[in-house]
């Protein structure tokens, strides 16, 4: 007897987003949301497993795109020495990046426009911020072009940013 397999499964943190998505992108942002059978990708790569390929009309995406931009907005605002000292400087920033890369990952229009907007305060707070060449928070304010089609993977800071099959150049 075979049985039919489940296909309509939705992650419990995908429900919880949906009920309260404030706190819910807060807890994976932070790296302390667990989503079966994600638990070891980054938070960037997780949403985008949950939200990249969904149409843009989407409400989910949408409502990841007000949510991702209301917790970039209070974040980037608080890009001060004494913050840094009481939250983590490595912490702030390796989060702070991962929110960056999925504005860029997922093509968010409003986040993206927001950072756009912001990009000369943002880059001039963010200055001070780069720990190393991999973990600079000023070069993840740069918008990168939407990764897709999928098929290399090519480290661009924090995250694993997709790119196109084909040479590549730069690396």
């Not at 009481?86 to 860029?104: C, D, K, N, P």
């Not at 950072?115 to 000023?138: C, G, I, K, M, Y």
């Amino acid at each position: 007897m075979t049985m039919p397999l489940e296909t309509n499964h939705t992650p419990e943190w995908l429900e919880r987003f949906r009920v309260e998505p404030k706190a819910a992108l807060d807890a994976m942002l932070r790296g302390l949301a667990r989503i079966p059978p994600y638990e070891r990708a980054a938070p960037p790569d997780i949403l985008d497993r949950l939200f990249g390929g969904l149409p843009k009309d989407d409400p989910d995406l949408h409502l990841i795109d007000e949510t991702l931009h209301d917790w970039l907005a209070a974040r980037c605002m608080e890009m001060d020495p004494e913050r840094h000292a009481e939250y983590g400087l490595s912490r702030f920033v390796t989060e702070t990046m991962g929110a960056l890369s999925t504005v860029w990952l997922l093509g968010l229009p409003r986040s993206g426009a927001w950072v756009q907007d912001n990009f000369l305060e943002l880059t001039h707070r963010a200055a001070p911020l780069r720990l190393s060449e991999a973990w600079d928070l000023p070069r993840a304010l740069a918008p990168r072009p939407s990764p897709r089609p999928t098929s290399a993977y090519v480290f661009t800071g924090y995250a694993c940013a997709r790119t196109p099959p084909g040479p590549l150049y730069g690396i």
